[in-house]
């Protein structure tokens, strides 16, 4: 699980948890928040292993994704049945760049749960779910981003992963 150290991630995580005790709950997160968040919850009883992972670099979601196919290889985790991508990011403006140089809300929001589920792709058992919230900025109204995001438009996905890609997509032409 992404975003799962605070707000509704937590709320979602402890749900998890509380649902299926048997459940082994693997988390994804940046610094030191998520195993600070599996040690509160192992001492509450849970199994909860923690990875650290920034999804504003790839190359991060690419070992931790590696990292729990060899913990899953070896036996140190069971089968994965469910992956919940929570972390989500709504930067207001479309110069904030990833550690590889894209537009930071579509590489948290779309690029890092796409690389997740690809490398993991042949460990979920048959039966599993995949679920993902991440930010409102595709809404682009008032209620839900303040109307600080444009609202939506279909545009190359290739053109809005670079940085400063509305300000060439809504200039006017020359």
Do not use: C
Not at 121 to 134: C, G, K, L, P, Y
């Amino acid at each position: 699980m992404t975003g799962a150290t605070r707000g509704f991630g937590r709320v979602a995580a402890e749900g998890v948890l509380d649902g299926s005790p048997e459940a082994h709950l693997v988390l994804l997160a940046r610094g030191t928040a998520g195993a600070e968040l599996a040690s509160d919850l192992s001492r509450k009883g849970y199994s909860v292993t923690s990875i650290p992972t920034d999804l504003l670099a790839l190359g991060s979601v690419r070992d931790a994704a590696d990292e729990v196919a060899a913990r899953l290889d070896s036996g140190e985790l069971p089968r994965l049945r469910k992956l919940v991508g929570n972390a989500g990011a709504l930067f207001t403006n479309d110069m904030t760049q990833s550690r590889d140089g894209l537009e930071a809300t579509f590489a948290v929001n779309v690029l890092a749960n796409h690389v997740l589920i690809r490398r993991l792709q042949n460990r979920f058992e048959a039966a599993s779910r995949i679920v993902i919230t991440v930010s409102d900025a595709h809404f682009g109204d008032f209620r839900h981003n303040k109307g600080m995001m444009p609202g939506p438009s279909w545009t190359n996905p290739t053109e809005l992963a670079r940085i400063d890609a509305f300000l060439r997509l809504f200039e006017s032409p020359p």
